[in-house]
């Protein structure tokens, strides 16, 4: 089993189409959805997290290309430095997926990398800097 995350980006005229339906049931992929952003009058982008069998993953992709929707491994890292972090939380109510949370009674922010979907929205407004990006692994990550 190998685990990945992709960005997809899908033309307008595909956006309509049962995609993500098909990798699941075709390809028996398991299919998380980290983000999506899919107007019909433009361009469609999701980021995936996809975990199958390495065979069934290579034809899910290959109907993905097959239908013109590019794919691009999730090539950066969000990370956060301990020290700089002062907890103010202004990267709190910007993360859309919840990576950024505030523990309580503590009143730390916390990071939770595995939620993270690269947006790099905390990066830009994290006053302390304490926000990064790293580049990522574009390997294929095994599952036990």
């Known amino acids: 089993m190998i685990l990945q995350r992709v960005i997809l980006r899908f033309p307008a005229q595909v956006v309509d ?13 398991v299919v998380n959805i980290l983000k ?14 996809i975990q199958g069998d390495p065979t069934q993953y290579a034809r899910g992709l ?25 907890h103010c939380g202004a990267c709190i109510g910007v993360c859309p997926t919840g990576a950024l949370y505030l523990e309580r009674p503590s009143m730390e922010v ?18 302390y800097k304490a926000m990064g990006v790293v580049a990522a ?3 294929l990550a095994p599952v036990d």
Do not use: H
Request: hydrophobic share 35%.
């Open 17 to 29: 189409r049962p995609i993500i339906y098909n990798l699941i049931k075709k390809y028996d992929l």
């Open 36 to 49: 999506a952003n899919i107007n019909i009058q433009k361009e469609g982008t999701m980021v995936l997290e």
């Open 62 to 86: 290959e109907y993905l290309q097959s239908l013109g929707v590019s794919i691009q491994p999730l090539s950066q890292a969000v990370f956060r430095d301990e020290e700089a972090c002062t």
């Open 110 to 127: 916390k990071f939770d990398e595995n939620r993270c979907v690269a947006c790099l929205i905390c990066v830009k407004v994290c006053p």
């Open 137 to 139: 692994s574009n390997s």
